[in-house]
């Protein structure tokens, strides 16, 4: 079977990839043969793109795990600077007219790009990452209980801090990343009230750069290790590689978000100062799509993520989390009255 690498939109391997794109812009990965019966998944990036580390990344690991699983081709997309609602709708509706099935945009960004996409493509089903508002009879909402995963690194960052001052960073000021933010707040103050929770936003919108900016991320967690904080946990995209890299500057502590950042190649410098990180399993949703859909029984409609299913989770990558007794038997007591219910988690 046929492989092509990555390559820049004006590359000819595709004719017609190559058209779509160059009127979107992007840049695509793709396999196989150029039949439409060959062609499966594709992605939509959101902002900061794949290197990111985070979300994006992870993303992009369902496609390669669909692409392995089903041998077809597959394809994912970058964002552009400074594009509209209309320009992520053509590029979702260049990939489903191709014949890529299901296509999915990743964030919350492209809610009214997918419905649009959606209304005109009903034959293809459509997801998006992070996002329960498209509904559509073909559209999975692909969405997670990112506030239970943050309770349990509020947890974590009260057993962990000796200054009694830990600091959350938010890329966007929107309600999606308010779940982060009221998680670990909570679980902060649950495990112990005395400890001071500094937190902020980079941006009010996306578009100011708030999930893409690392030295933004790295000038706020400054600003909060300035004020005693010892551990940060940030849930800023791409920007919260700058966190992590304050962290480290600084000898305290980050909690990483989404993808398990200990073990992320490009942060491998910085590893050791990685507590631990709030993960949510994209990969798994995006496979999970894409498997549904050659299984001929679409997902559609709310698909939720949460510590019960496996697919938010906190990581033990990093030995001194794993191996700290303590504060390993408190997040797991936490984890367990969460899913029981007996913790009820705030979601803002």
Request: aromatic share 6%.
């Amino acid at each position: 079977m046929r492989r092509v690498s990555r390559i820049a939109v004006a590359g000819a391997a595709t004719a017609s990839l190559a058209l779509a794109l160059s009127a979107c812009g992007g840049t695509s990965t793709e396999s196989s043969s150029s039949s439409d019966s060959d062609k499966g998944l594709a992605i939509a990036y959101d902002v900061g793109g794949k290197g990111d580390q985070s979300f994006n990344d992870a993303a992009y690991a369902g496609l390669e795990q669909a692409k392995k699983a089903f041998k077809y081709e597959t394809a994912d997309i970058e964002p552009t600077e400074g594009e509209t609602d209309a320009d992520k709708q053509q590029r979702l509706e260049s990939l489903a007219k191709q014949g890529y099935n299901p296509v999915i945009g990743v964030g919350y960004a492209y809610a009214s790009a997918i419905k649009g996409a959606a209304e005109k493509y009903p034959d293809t089903t459509f997801g998006i990452v992070d996002d329960s508002t498209v509904e559509a009879k073909n559209v999975a909402d692909l969405v997670f209980s990112e506030e239970e995963a943050s309770y349990l690194a509020g947890v974590a960052a009260a057993k962990s801090t000796e200054s009694d001052v830990v600091g959350f960073v938010g890329g966007v000021d929107i309600p999606l990343i308010h779940k982060f933010q009221a998680g670990f707040e909570q679980g902060v103050k649950d495990t112990d009230p005395k400890v001071k929770v500094l937190s902020q936003y980079l941006t009010q919108t996306a578009e100011e750069g708030g999930f893409s900016s690392p030295d933004k991320g790295k000038t706020a967690a400054e600003g909060q290790i300035e004020k005693k904080a010892d551990v940060v946990y940030a849930a800023a995209g791409l920007s919260g590689q700058g966190v992590i890299e304050a962290a480290a500057a600084n000898k305290v502590w980050a909690i990483g978000v989404d993808s398990d950042q200990y073990q992320q190649e490009a942060l491998a410098k910085y590893k050791d100062s990685i507590l631990t990180s709030a993960m949510k399993d994209v990969a798994k949703a995006v496979y999970n799509l894409a498997k549904s859909v050659e299984d001929g029984k679409p997902q559609t409609g709310i698909v939720r993520g949460d510590l019960k299913s496996g697919e938010v989770s906190l990581s033990n990558s990093n030995p001194k989390f794993a191996d700290d007794a303590e504060v390993q038997k408190a997040v797991e007591t936490a984890k367990k009255k969460i899913i029981s219910g007996e913790i009820k988690v705030k979601s803002s």
